[in-house]
């Protein structure tokens, strides 16, 4: 039962990875055989730090959607994982509504609020009254990421959701009940009680996030190709290896770098977590 999922994931996950750090020191264009691949060793990442106008503008757009996802949709999502814990009128109604964004694709929500964000006819400026003089919010290289970024969070913050009252439904209510007999008011109860014992929902939430940060293409690629303000690293091993002049080697190494930037991250914060919980 594990060696056949074991073998799917080696040939499909680890295979096509370790082959793109070996491809990301040649220089090849993806034509021919490997005997037509040539080794330039470190060349194509000092080309991407140094060279590759891109490169920076993708990875600054990298780190602010992964604050943006730490900050908006977790906090939103939490915020409404809480209200729902309470067994609101309707809440099956509430949850269904919320979580819905969540099984459809990045690429269907680009295509969504691509119709929402249209400056002729869009949903968002006639609601705001600007038929006048709309506002080109996926055009305009000052604001189309943090667009963008409102649509990912709108399907990202019903996921966070679950997470949190799969959390908030696991919490011992004994707990809640010694905290109010102590004279612990509803806010002190969950910050100081509640949030605490939920630090392995937590530390999912975080990885999941982080992952979902580095990750992000499909709604961006959809709506511009990722260009014009839109630029994620993700956009740039596509561009690379498939684009019009194929670059297998420069993609590769791009794609090396947010590997090892995922890796990095996420290995890093479970190591020190893991290891908190085991000295205590």
Not at 113 to 123: A, H, N, T
Not at 152 to 176: C, E, F, N, Q
Not at 216 to 230: H, P, S
Request: glycine share 8%.
């Amino acid at each position: 039962m594990l060696g056949i999922p074991t073998l799917v994931h080696v040939l499909f996950v680890w295979v096509p990875t370790l082959g793109s750090i070996v491809l990301s020191f040649s220089s090849w264009d993806g034509i021919g055989g490997f005997e037509d691949i040539e080794w330039i060793g470190v060349e194509n990442y000092v080309e991407i730090f140094t060279e590759y106008p891109r490169f920076w503008p993708a990875v600054q757009h990298n780190l602010i959607w992964l604050v943006f996802l730490l900050v908006v949709p977790t906090v939103a999502g939490l915020f409404f994982a809480v209200l729902l814990d309470r067994q609101l009128r309707f809440t099956k109604v509430y949850q269904s509504a919320l979580f819905m964004p969540v099984v459809l694709s990045l690429a269907l929500v680009g295509f969504i609020w691509q119709l929402i964000y249209r400056p002729d006819d869009g949903l968002l400026n006639s609601l705001l009254g600007l038929e006048g003089k709309p506002i080109d919010w996926l055009g305009d290289t000052d604001i189309n990421l943090y667009a963008v970024l409102v649509a990912a969070a709108w399907r990202h913050t019903g996921y966070i959701m679950i997470l949190y009252l799969a959390g908030l439904k696991s919490v011992d209510p004994a707990l809640k009940e010694a905290a109010a007999l102590d004279g612990a008011n509803s806010w002190q109860t969950f910050f100081r009680v509640t949030f605490p014992v939920m630090k392995p929902v937590n530390i999912v939430v975080l990885v999941v996030t982080v992952i979902e940060a580095l990750r992000a293409f499909d709604i961006v690629y959809v709506i511009n190709k990722g260009r014009n303000g839109l630029e994620l690293l993700s956009v740039l091993v596509t561009d690379n290896i498939i684009g019009e002049a194929s670059r297998i080697g420069r993609g590769s190494a791009v794609a090396v770098v947010l590997l090892t930037i995922s890796l990095g991250t996420i290995i890093t914060f479970l190591y020190q977590t893991f290891s908190k919980e085991s000295r205590s």
